[in-house]
């Protein structure tokens, strides 16, 4: 993916894609806080609602599926203006039952875009099992009735994902139409700090800890030659230093004045 030429849409929760993207934790911060040089939203937003024109990231929203036409259109837009951009939609399976999300992908099928769908698969939307969703396993499923391509892969391999992916970005920019990602990812932790999680198991538990792909990925660069323990450690303690310094520098930015209230509200007289 090309920052800044192709499009991303994202979900409230995709904080790892925004700073992969080239959003500062220091950004980041300054929105979490709501502070009045916060560049996504000016502190008006929710911890993680990014937008930015020069990243081509579009604004983030609170209701769940909204996105999915947004990036569609996004596409459509980028094949009307002769553009090389692909748009790239990131979602859950939460989502995936919304009736904008069929929408979105019936006209992404008709017109053949170059849009990626990448579904965040974590098997619950809080706290309802895939299976009581949605009468098939993995979205891949899906992608014969939409007339275009769809996989399923184990979104905890990073070197899998970022196969499906670039074969997914080449066929979107080559003509031959978008392609659903079903990336199935265990929910190592609660929905939200209101969920007490009850509803699954220790044993379940234990086992989506147990595919934590981050360690993973640790492994197989190390087993690669291709990171360096005593490099890694470095790396690791360098990153949290620079985080807890951009926190704090954050802490201490002024916060929005009163009369931004109505600001963006109302057409100017």
């Not at 926190?247 to 931004?260: I, L, V, Y």
Request: proline share 6%; with cysteine; net charge negative.
């Amino acid at each position: 993916m090309r920052p800044g030429q192709d499009s991303a849409w994202l979900y409230y929760r995709d904080l790892g894609v925004g700073v992969a993207l080239g959003v500062s934790p220091y950004e980041l911060f300054l929105g979490a806080l709501a502070r009045a040089d916060d560049p996504h939203t000016g502190g008006r937003q929710l911890t993680a609602h990014l937008s930015s024109s020069s990243l081509r990231i579009g604004s983030v929203s609170s209701e769940v599926g909204a996105h999915l036409p947004h990036a569609v259109g996004a596409a459509y837009a980028a094949r009307v203006k002769g553009e090389d951009s692909v748009a790239f939609c990131f979602f859950g399976d939460g989502a995936a039952s919304e009736g904008a999300t069929h929408e979105a992908m019936n006209l992404a099928g008709v017109h053949k875009l170059p849009v990626v769908f990448l579904c965040e698969n974590n098997g619950y939307a809080i706290s309802v099992p895939l299976a009581q969703q949605m009468p098939i396993t993995s979205l891949e499923q899906r992608a014969t009735a939409y007339g275009f391509a769809g996989t399923t892969v184990d979104g905890c391999d990073a070197e899998v994902v970022h196969a499906a992916t670039s074969t997914a970005i080449e066929r979107a920019r080559s003509g031959d139409g978008p392609t659903i990602i079903d990336m199935q990812v265990p929910r190592i932790v609660a929905h939200s700090s209101q969920d007490d999680d009850a509803y699954r198991t220790a044993g379940e538990k234990e086992a989506a800890a147990a595919r934590d792909p981050i360690p993973r990925l640790r492994a197989r660069l190390r087993e690669l030659g291709a990171l360096d323990p005593e490099d890694d450690e470095i790396e690791c303690k360098t990153i949290e230093a620079d985080v807890l310094a951009d926190a704090d520098r954050a802490f201490a930015q002024p916060a929005p004045t009163p009369d931004r209230a109505r600001t963006h509200l109302y057409a100017d007289g």
